[in-house]
């Protein structure tokens, strides 16, 4: 029966979400049940994407990733996919209208990762991280407004901001492992193999405008998002707190993580802050 695959397909992203991302799993379980799967099959889809061009080493990326394309144009127009991730998804894009540029621009950004490795300029860094972070933003508030487009042209460029803060904080974190291993660069005119105090707190200025922006948008979000996106939001904001006190020489030789203890402490505040309507 249609009706089981389609159960299972649900699962299969609610999985994906929970393997993947611990702290995106716990805000999202904070958003309210009528929204919560559609997020978890957004993220399954960029999740998957992001594998292809990051992870599959021993493969031929670019056949995978032309394959997972070609599935998700099928997925989109013929409302179904075998492909669990893909399946679920397009029942999402569906539902609330994602527009097809959104999709389309986050799929350029990812073809990109199978060829480009350093981003010379602002243009094409600020291009990047559009197709990469704010169009994956402004679907889940496709999602978060149901469809409203009133309220989603009100909060887009926030959704954006609280996108691109969340793509540079992973970009600063991950330095090491971008640089290292995928032998990539994303930040323009920083050079890695030197980079000191100066060029780490303009990254972080940057980002913490972003954050600044961002969070303007999520205390205008509808009741059901509010809270999950604010617990996200304040997980971040703490990631970055972390990497703002570390040196730079050490953010180039590892990985910086907050603790789960820190994390539940985040989470319980949050709530607080939430309840009393401080947000």
Excluded: W
Aim: net charge positive; hydrophobic share 35%.
């Amino acid at each position: 029966m249609k009706e089981i695959f389609d159960l299972v397909s649900l699962k299969c992203s609610k999985t994906v979400t929970k393997s993947y991302s611990t702290s995106f799993s716990t805000a999202t379980q904070m958003l309210a049940p009528s929204i919560r799967q559609d997020i978890h099959n957004i993220y399954g889809f960029v999740r998957f994407a992001d594998e292809i061009v990051d992870s599959f080493h021993d493969y031929d990326k670019k056949s995978l990733f032309d394959r997972f394309e070609n599935d998700l144009e099928y997925a989109l127009s013929d409302k179904i996919s075998l492909n669990p991730i893909l399946n679920s998804f397009q029942r999402t894009y569906h539902k609330y209208g994602i527009e097809k540029h959104l999709v389309e621009s986050f799929m350029s950004s990812m073809r990109l990762d199978l060829s480009k490795s350093e981003y010379l300029n602002e243009t094409e860094f600020k291009e990047y991280i559009y197709g990469s972070a704010d169009v994956v933003g402004l679907m889940c508030l496709t999602v978060f407004v149901k469809g409203d487009r009133k309220k989603y042209e009100e909060l887009k460029q926030c959704a954006m901001s609280l996108g691109s803060a969340f793509q540079k904080v992973n970009f600063l974190r991950d330095l090491k492992a971008d640089h290292e291993d995928l032998s990539r660069s994303y930040f323009p005119n920083t050079n890695l193999d030197q980079l000191d105090e100066i060029s780490k707190n303009e990254i972080i200025r940057e980002i913490e405008a972003d954050f600044a922006k961002g969070l303007e948008g999520i205390c205008m979000l509808p009741v059901e998002a509010k809270f999950g996106v604010y617990t996200a939001y304040r997980y971040y904001r703490k990631l970055l707190s972390k990497l703002k006190k570390t040196p730079s020489l050490e953010i180039k030789n590892a990985r910086i993580r907050v603790p789960n203890y820190v994390k539940a402490s985040l989470l319980a505040r949050s709530y607080v802050k939430y309840r009393l309507k401080l947000i």
